[in-house]
């Protein structure tokens, strides 16, 4: 069984532009939700995706966006980065039958200079 | 708005005893609640569920306790070791989203 994978590991960005992170779910998984994480805090729901929609989405403005893909694989796309974009993102996934189970990838460390 | 608080930042405890970490939270109505270890630069690691209607669950020298008259949740790790040492994330759950505290941070000295 494979477990949760994310690229890259470490990420330096300047402020205004766009990155794309990605996570790979665990093996048989269909759903999967983006944390942020920032230093000395827990993680914040930033949205899931299920079936290749999303399927809620926590208090983040629209220039964080995501995708899933038909192999449940997924991304997030931040546009116009900001310093305080700055954080550890964590991807999750789960199956949506027992979606309270999430299993959670070693994350994308972002830097926004 | 709501409010999950985890006592305080850092809790040192030595080797053998049993740690208390509490979870209370404000403004919420979860319908589970769930405890996760994070290590340094890792993602978090599922431990326990425990359910609105249920008062306790237990898992090898893990137990945790969940009051939503209190709105509070106390995790409990007995005959701890060095190994034990982590940050305890607690999180609420509702509607599919898990709404996280901030950690606190356990430090087993042996």
């Known amino acids: 069984e494979t477990g949760v994978t994310q690229s890259p590991t470490h990420l330096i960005k300047t402020r205004g532009q766009q990155v794309t992170l990605r996570c790979s779910s665990q093996?048989?998984?269909?759903?999967v939700s983006w944390y942020q994480q920032a230093l000395g805090q827990g993680p914040q729901f930033i949205f899931q995706?299920?079936?290749?929609?999303?399927?809620g989405r926590g208090n983040f403005p629209p220039r964080f966006s995501g995708l899933q893909f038909p192999n449940y694989s997924s991304e997030l796309n931040v546009n116009a980065l900001e310093l305080d974009d700055s954080a550890l993102y964590l991807c999750?996934?789960?199956?949506?039958?027992?979606?309270?189970?999430?299993?959670f990838g070693p994350g994308t460390r972002l830097t926004v200079l | 708005s709501q409010k999950i608080e985890q006592n305080s930042e850092a809790l040192n405890i030595q080797e053998g005893k049993t740690a208390t970490l509490t979870c209370n939270y404000t403004?919420?109505?979860?319908?589970?609640l769930q405890w996760y270890r994070q290590d340094p630069g890792r993602g978090p690691v599922f431990l326990l569920l425990?359910?609105?209607?249920?008062k306790e669950k237990r898992k090898e020298r893990l137990k945790v306790t969940f009051d939503t008259t209190l709105k509070q949740s106390l995790f409990h790790i007995t005959a701890s070791q060095p190994a034990d040492s982590a940050t305890y994330l607690c999180?609420?759950?509702?509607?599919?989203?898990?709404?996280f505290g901030s950690g606190t941070q356990l430090t087993v000295l042996p």
């Open positions: 995706y299920y079936r290749e929609e999303e399927n």
């Open positions: 403004n919420y109505s979860p319908a589970y």
């Open positions: 999750a996934s789960s199956l949506m039958e027992n979606y309270n189970e999430q299993f």
């Open positions: 425990i359910r609105e209607n249920e």
């Open positions: 093996s048989g998984h269909n759903t």
């Open positions: 999180a609420l759950g509702a509607a599919r989203q898990l709404t």
